[in-house]
């Protein structure tokens, strides 16, 4: 079955601890993309790659970082900088086909910083 | 920068009426995705719409896209429990690549 993993589901860290989180893609698609959720708010974009090697930063990239070595792999960290962590996280890939950017969705990793 | 504006926010309604959600955007944009989401779920991609005038529908959902007034809807058709959940629109931005995703509009559907 093709479809994208997040792991792990739930996540617990001590605040000044620097974390990272999976997700992992068999759908061969070239663009990934990770979210950060809130209660009751909609997502915004931290950052996304279109090409192995490459990535750029979303609308709040900061406190964040990430690496794309493989097409099917792109691990977000969240390092100590980030001032709220506490979040849900998403990531989510597509292939352009025809110019269509229509997103498939990771499980989420829920992420809690005490 | 795309801005991207839903309302309601929040929507409770009886099973079996009709009600519209509605997204407006705020710069050009000629595509626009909706999603939803259950409760401590993640998103499910439910329409692709690709052109001004596109219309789509699936059961008692039809969502519709205005590129020119940039402006999309999500009519719902005799609603019923099952629908209770949260929906997101997602405009292009032209550049391609990236989606701006809408606060959401909590919908309950009550018996």
């Known amino acids: 079955d093709g479809g994208i993993t997040q792991s792990p589901k739930y996540l617990f860290r001590k605040e000044g601890q620097n974390v990272t989180l999976s997700c992992e893609q068999n759908l061969n698609h070239d663009a990934m993309y990770w979210y950060r959720q809130d209660p009751g708010q909609g997502l915004r974009l931290i950052y996304y790659?279109?090409?192995?090697?490459?990535?750029q930063k979303g609308d709040i990239a900061e406190g964040y970082s990430v690496s794309r070595e493989k097409k099917e792999s792109f691990p977000l960290t969240v390092t100590s900088a980030q001032k709220n962590p506490t979040a849900f996280y998403l990531c989510a890939s597509t292939n352009p086909s025809g110019s269509v950017y229509e997103q498939y969705f990771g499980p989420g990793t829920r992420l809690t910083v005490t | 920068e795309l801005k991207v504006e839903q309302n309601p926010l929040f929507l409770s309604m009886q099973e079996g009426k009709n009600y519209t959600i509605y997204c407006n955007y705020s710069t050009t944009s000629d595509r626009l995705y909706w999603y939803r989401q259950d409760p401590g779920k993640s998103l499910e991609s439910l329409f692709v719409l690709l052109s001004n005038g596109a219309v789509k529908q699936e059961g008692r959902l039809m969502a519709s896209l205005d590129t020119k007034a940039r402006l999309s809807t999500l009519h719902i058709t005799a609603a019923v429990h099952d629908l209770s959940a949260t929906y997101f629109c997602a405009p292009e931005e032209t550049s391609g690549s990236r989606l701006t995703f809408g606060e959401g509009t909590q919908l309950t559907v009550n018996p």
């Open positions: 790659s279109q090409i192995v090697n490459d990535f």
